[in-house]
């Protein structure tokens, strides 16, 4: 479980880099088109210092082409931040739904580890009984044991005692 936690904390991270480089990316593509309007403002500065109308209005017709493509370009770089987003939102609603899950699995796993506990616990008072019983058991037929063999040697020594009044009889 351990691993679990350490493999979806590292994806996390990762999902967290992704996240911090799109907004890094977002910055720049931001710092890019203040950078654009700049150039765009000083070439528009040049073109109103230019003599010729003819090359300003060229001029002007180029960088509208340009503003155009950049548009473009910036709406297709939009779009793939949102899809990015969306991608990391599903990610997230997915981390947190598989976070659950994991939640309501640990929380099984405990229960099911008190059960454990609780049916070892119940298992070592039965053996620590029987084992007392056992013990018992064996105090007794030892004590018998005991009484066996004496009356064992009581009984050798009278069929001694017999045998040696049969033979003076």
Known sequence: ????????????????????????D???LHTELLKIKEYKDMQEIQIKHQSSHVQLTEHLENKNTELLLFAESQEHQQEELNKIRNHVYREEQSHCSEQERMKTEISDLTEELHQKEITIATIMEKASLLERQLKMELETKDKLLAKQQLLEFRYQVIKSENTHLKEMV
């Open 1 to 24: 479980m351990e691993a679990e936690f350490s493999e979806m904390r590292n994806e996390l991270q990762s999902r967290d880099s992704l996240w911090r480089r799109i907004q890094l």
């Open 26 to 28: 977002c910055h720049q």
